[in-house]
């Protein structure tokens, strides 16, 4: 992938516009935004659209996905959110009935003002509604169903699955309204349209998959050399310049031929192998890797 900070990645399909649309209509009953972000890429997986959508609404930051995220780079950005940015953030690991435990709490907390002036008018509170959005591929669907307990969203691993608004109801505490992934119009940013795409945010196909994946492996070799080397038994050299695309290439067709990713007459089948590391990337089969951190 060719590094070009001018680069506009245009991935808008029609009804991202229209549910654009039917959320700021619903936005007057709207008390609280939920916006589910991935700890792996935490500003690169934020859309500013939402944050203007939220009209000064109170407003929860979840970081999803930790448990596929380095650790410690999570809490640098969690302290950033806090401490700079003053958003009330929560890291999640979705799969996790202690973190989702935490997430209910975190959510009664908000609901506690509108109890306490139901009783003291004597009547009954309403359920608290909330949206819940983010960019594709962010787990918003899989935090839905958690919540609710059954499943009432599609949930697949691919982005662009939700496709529509509907508000769900969480027994008589909560309403979620249910949005698709929203992407900005244009993505102006060469490192987010890198960072979205290797976390499958933006469809394989918007961005040449083995540009990508070399970009990824040279990624993950700055930041991450240890679990690179034993994932693909490699043995890189400790001093090598990380401009030196010939040497990386030469070591990413290494790792190529040592996972099995071999065609006819022994050429390296480096189609094969992009798919391979991205899905062992995004599956965490590499190790915890974050691709973002805090300035």
Known sequence: M?????????WYPGHMARSTRQIREQLSRVDLLVEVADARIPLSSRNPLLRDLSQNKEHLLILSHADLADPQITDAWLNYF?????????VLCLNSAADLAKLRKELQNFHLPYLKKAQYKGRQARALRILVGGVPNTGKSTLINALIGKRSTAVESRPGVTRSI?????????????????????ISSDSAAFALAATGAIKDDILPLEDLAFRLFREIHAHYPAELTERYELAPDADVDPDDIEYFYDLYQEAASHKGCILSGGRI?????ARMLLGDFRSGKIGRISLERPS
């Open 2 to 10: 060719a590094e070009n900070n001018d680069r506009q990645i245009q």
């Open 82 to 90: 806090r401490q700079k940015e003053e958003i009330r953030a929560l």
């Open 166 to 186: 509907r508000w769900l109801r969480v027994g008589t505490e909560f309403e979620l309204l249910d949005s698709p992934g929203l992407l900005e119009p244009k």
């Open 269 to 273: 089948d480096t189609e094969r192998f």
